[in-house]
Nanobody, 116 residues
Framework: QVQLVESGGGLVQPGGSLRLSCAAS????????MGWYRQAPGKERELVTT???????NYADSVKGRFTISRDNAKNTVYLQMNSLKPEDTAVYYC??????????WGKGTLVTVSS
């Protein structure tokens, strides 16, 4: 089993910044892709950004230029730096990790609230 622990969520004013972290532990042989998804109230979960084992990144259009994903393979950790936050970024943010064998794991989520 793989456990994912997310941290860094909270309340921030519009225009502010937050940094999310997601640390993976457990039966990890090799992690392939890592990423962040979010689910706003009343909406479906959506992709925010992903990063491959080679460092290739993919972003949703709504966050391009504002969010940056990175990973530390030695620590099995993925980060999400969120700048210029908007009220519409308010959501529960979920970490997702896909192992080399294709099995995905999800974190329990961390709430990000952007409000004045």
């Amino acid at each position: 089993q793989v456990q994912l622990v997310e941290s860094g969520g909270g309340l921030v004013q519009p225009g502010g910044s937050l940094r999310l972290s997601c640390a993976a532990s457990g039966s990890i042989f090799s992690i392939n892709a890592m990423g962040w998804y979010r689910q706003a109230p009343g909406k479906e979960r959506e992709l925010v950004t992903t990063i491959s084992s080679r460092g290739n990144t993919n972003y949703a259009d709504s966050v391009k230029g504002r969010f940056t994903i990175s990973r530390d393979n030695a620590k099995n950790t993925v980060y999400l730096q969120m700048n210029s936050l908007k009220p519409e970024d308010t959501a529960v943010y979920y970490c997702k990790v896909v192992l080399q064998n294709g099995v995905p794991y999800w974190g329990k989520g961390t709430l990000v609230t952007v409000s004045s």
